[in-house]
């Protein structure tokens, strides 16, 4: 092993102490792979909000098979059962682009986050809070709180439940397996899941629906079949997953978090040579579009985590340019 190598294992068991696998994938080639903290290729991670990204996929395909006319669709379109309360006009010209910019408004100041992880229906109670004093455009991002929408219109449109749609369509062509839909009957239940390495599925709902926005477990090496897949345009072993067209325009800038100055796409995050997905704990998919490397990050939950892009561009990419 080179010494570079061994300097970087030192600084990821040191600084980036909660790290279970690193990958790096190179002109579609793995070029470098390493576990940690016990982690090995059959470990199975929380990638939490790297979730998004995978539901960004999923909303690409449902618009390339007509399931979805257009992103520019009003929300309530999708759902016309639902009852606005009066005097709400804002969410009736909320559309799923807004949802996938995070330029949508809610109406909590502070997530109401205990209320969400015992609610049975997790797309009801964020169309609820959709909408209010905020103005539309104005990014604003929802880690949990939100996104289920999402999950929400795949089934409407689709036919449906998201996994049913997710393992059809996306996971079998690329080989991720992942097992079942997970719910929870206790707090205990889901942060002994969050620690978890050994627990393959999608977190689910009571009423069966899928989380958007956080919940989905995967390997390393699934990680990077997702990065590798956005990099070739959505083509896997000559087949169109998901049209070029979603990637070239989930994977640029539409928005824009000024607080951080980080660009966002559709659920990606954009950076100049290409795009990340990007969970807590330290969960990263890197694509770097111009030197053809993907970088796959699993991280077991901390919080304050070290930014992983850093470590990536400073440390990681160097060695394989």
Known sequence: MKKSMIDLERLIETKYENTAGITVLKNGNTVYESYFNGCTPESRIHVYSVTKSIVSIL?????????????????LDFFPDYRVKQREKT??????????????????????????????????FSLDLLGGRGKIGDFRY???IGPDILSGILIKTAGQSVFDFASENLFSPLG??????????SKEEQLAFNKATDISGWVADEAGTNTAGWGLTLSLTDMAKIGQLCLQKGIWDGRQIVSANWINESTKEHSRW??????????WWVHPDGFSAMGDGGNVIYVNTEKH??????????????????????YVEPLFL
Request: positive net charge; hydrophobic residues 40%; aromatic residues 10%.
């Open 59 to 75: 909303i690409g395909i449902a618009v390339d098979r007509g399931c979805i006319k257009s992103i520019h669709q009003k929300v």
């Open 91 to 124: 969410i009736q010209n909320i559309t799923l682009e807004h949802l996938l910019t995070m330029t949508a408004p809610y109406k909590y100041k502070f997530a109401p986050y205990i209320k969400y992880f015992t609610s049975e229906d997790g797309v009801t």
């Open 142 to 144: 929802t880690p949990l």
């Open 176 to 185: 991720i397996h992942v097992s079942r839909n997970i719910t929870f009957q």
């Open 258 to 267: 000024e607080k951080n100055d980080l660009p966002y796409g559709y659920l």
């Open 293 to 314: 490397i993907v970088v796959a990050i699993a991280s077991l939950f901390k919080r304050n985590a070290r930014d992983r892009i850093e470590l990536i561009k400073e």
